[in-house]
């Protein structure tokens, strides 16, 4: 019911810059959180950005100062600036969407299909 669509991944040399733009569709209530992770080749997805319902916001220290979260509620978009980028930046980039949920652990996290970032050197 729930779907998020990613986009703007693709192809940048180092210190370039990317904008990632997730958009949700369906019904969406009680957001907790929106975030983006990445999982480079041969690693674990680790956090990259998160903002909260209230529009706290927390950075992987890797990417603090280069990476920038932001959202548009009325377009149900959530965003992720990347500036400054690293070769160590490449990654499948994944939307994360949390939502309040009825059953333990009283949330639930809907995922985006992913978009690739490479950033050569």
């Known amino acids: 019911q729930v779907q998020l669509v990613e986009s703007g991944g693709g192809l940048v040399q180092a210190g370039g810059s990317l904008r990632l733009s997730c958009a949700a569709s369906g019904s969406i209530f009680s957001i907790n959180a929106r975030g983006w992770y990445r999982q480079a080749p041969g690693k674990q997805r680790e956090l990259v950005a998160t903002?909260?319902?209230?529009?706290?916001?927390n950075y992987a220290d890797s990417v603090k100062g280069r990476f920038t979260i932001t959202r548009d509620n009325a377009k149900n978009t959530v965003y992720l600036q990347m500036n400054f980028l690293k070769p160590e930046d490449t990654a499948v980039y994944y939307c994360?969407?949390?939502?309040?949920?009825?059953?333990?652990?009283?949330?639930?996290?809907?995922w985006g299909q992913g978009t690739q970032v490479t950033v050569s050197s």
């Open positions: 994360n969407l949390r939502v309040a949920a009825t059953m333990v652990p009283y949330e639930y996290d809907y």
């Open positions: 903002i909260t319902s209230g529009g706290s916001t």
